[in-house]
């Protein structure tokens, strides 16, 4: 027997894909621990635990720090490293050895146990995708060590792990090159496998909501029918998904529905069809299927959670944002989630942006998030980090042009910038997820606010917005934190909730 230690850094959600290594090796009558490394020393974990192996997944961007820290206790303790995970499975000749000894790409349940059991050959092991009826379901133990994961009563759990879609800033075509022609590409689990995990995962933990985290839900009709026959009666729990609104009918809605569907994520990125189509390559889907779509689940009351992408590399990149916003408000979405681009290597999206002048040279430079910042060379790229940090705020407060592009002219400090985001998860958790109740940063309290800001030099410059939009007391604890440009900030003379800029 074996012990492997999984260290993993800023986790927010279980993590499925670590979960069904664990079980794999589990039932291969190993023992597994997650070292989550923001919250425990990961040196008092290896001294306790006494892991043969120590195993990272590696996401692009936040690469370089964790196989740092690989070189570094690989050295230290003398222990074997498995590194995997999709900047594994696409950069594996840059992995250096001196962080690693083995390196795995694609799926590795098979390849784990390989390594492990000494039976895998060479340091880079790929094998060929396994068919999702014969894994174990995830080890949901390894996770559930952490109370904030056990306790939260929406669970994971995925049906298909592919994508049919090609999109430039994805590498889901590389990995179609890779696997596309391999009998259990696109696999959707089978619907009784699927309910059998969520009975488990029902049976042992606390459960409420199943979140779907399937790149497009509705992949296959006859699956989507079938599973809207059966799960009502089998688990009747709400549950959460993501698909693409062009394959969304009212027929099938309504099937959803019944099943017990309760809110649809969905990707916009840009609404330019020209940057949709010719930049993104989402030609599969119109702004009118959108619109469309997000009517019937408005109709039929299902929450809608749109995805959205901004510092695009065109000529007017921070008015593209801005049109993109406006499409989100139009539109009435319940949720609206926003990233910024990255060019991640190797991907198309890099290769455009190298062509077209929006990256420097041959190098293809990324932030470590895409909550940070735009590494293209685009007009207003300060503008737009800061509207990512201020989009959610300005579409749930109907903040007018005026007021939004004064608060893009403020600075943000690093602190403010992840209070921000901080406080938009908090809103997500309560109103679109209904896992907690609301504390007091979530509300407008025009008392408190005075009582706690009144005397600050800074409060009459934004006591206007605060009052009239009746912004919650988290984001005016945030907007007390930072530096006046001068005079009060502008209230829009336009009607609350008139939109400036469509």
């Keep these: 027997m074996a012990r492997i230690l999984f260290i993993e850094s800023e986790l927010r959600n279980e993590k499925l894909g670590i979960m069904y290594l664990s079980a794999a090796l589990r039932q291969g009558g190993h023992e597994t621990l997650l070292c989550w490394i923001?919250?425990?020393?990961v040196h008092e974990l290896i001294a306790g635990f006494r892991p043969d192996f120590l195993a990272f997944s590696l996401v692009t961007g936040s690469h370089e720090a964790m196989l740092t820290l690989a070189a570094e206790l690989r050295t230290r303790y003398g222990l074997k490293v498995i590194v995997g995970g999709p900047h594994a499975t696409f950069f594996h000749a840059e992995i250096p050895e001196r962080s690693a000894d083995a390196v795995v790409i694609g799926q590795g349940e098979r390849a784990m146990l390989d390594i492990v059991e000494g039976r895998a050959l060479g340091r880079v092991v790929q094998y060929d995708l396994a068919n999702l009826d014969t894994l174990p379901f995830p080890d949901r133990e390894l996770f559930y060590r952490y109370p904030e994961f056990r306790d939260n009563p929406m669970k994971n759990v995925i049906s298909c792990r592919d994508c049919p879609y090609s999109c430039t800033y994805c590498y889901n075509h590389a990995w179609k090159e890779k696997f596309k022609t391999q009998a259990n590409f696109l696999q959707k689990r089978s619907v009784g496998n699927v309910i059998a995990e969520i009975r488990d995962i029902k049976a042992r933990y606390p459960l409420e909501q199943v979140i779907f985290i399937d790149d497009n839900f509705l992949l296959k009709r006859a699956w989507i029918e079938d599973f809207c026959r059966r799960y009502p009666q089998e688990i009747g729990l709400p549950f959460l998904c993501c698909f693409s609104l062009n394959l969304l009918d009212e027929d099938l809605l309504l099937q959803l529905k019944k099943a017990g569907l309760v809110m649809v994520n969905f990707a916009l990125e840009s609404a330019d069809p020209v940057v949709q189509k010719d930049i993104l390559n989402r030609g599969h889907i119109k702004n009118e299927q959108i619109v469309?779509?997000?009517?019937?689940?408005?109709?039929?009351?299902?929450?809608t959670r749109m995805q959205n992408m901004i510092g695009m590399p065109v000529a007017a990149p921070l008015q593209d944002a801005l049109n993109t916003l406006?499409?989100?408000?139009?539109?009435?979405?319940?949720?609206?989630?926003?990233?910024?681009?990255?060019p991640y290597p190797n991907t198309r999206m890099?290769?455009?942006?190298?062509?077209?002048?929006?990256?420097?040279?041959?190098?293809v430079s990324y932030a470590p998030s895409f909550f940070d910042r735009s590494c293209l060379k685009i007009n207003d790229a300060d503008r737009i980090n800061r509207l990512q940090k201020w989009w959610y705020f300005a579409i749930k407060y109907k903040l007018p042009d005026q007021i939004l592009r004064q608060l893009l002219d403020l600075e943000l400090s690093e602190g403010a910038a992840n209070a921000l985001l901080l406080l938009r998860f908090e809103f997500s958790k309560k109103y679109l997820y209904a896992i907690l109740a609301a504390p007091s940063l979530l509300r407008h309290n025009s008392r408190q606010i005075i009582q706690q800001h009144g005397l600050k030099a800074s409060f009459a410059h934004f006591w206007p917005i605060i009052e009239r939009y009746r912004?919650?007391?988290?984001?005016?604890?945030?907007?007390?934190?930072?530096?006046?440009?001068?005079?009060?900030?502008?209230?829009?003379?336009?009607?609350?909730?008139?939109?400036?800029?469509?």
């Design 38 to 41: 923001e919250r425990e020393d």
């Design 292 to 303: 469309h779509a997000i009517r019937l689940l408005r109709k039929h009351k299902i929450k």
């Design 350 to 363: 890099a290769e455009y942006c190298v062509r077209h002048g929006f990256i420097t040279g041959e190098e």
């Design 326 to 342: 406006d499409f989100n408000r139009r539109n009435r979405v319940d949720d609206s989630w926003v990233s910024i681009l990255q």
């Design 471 to 502: 912004l919650c007391n988290g984001l005016a604890d945030i907007l007390m934190t930072l530096t006046p440009a001068g005079g009060n900030l502008a209230a829009a003379s336009s009607p609350h909730g008139e939109n400036t800029h469509a």
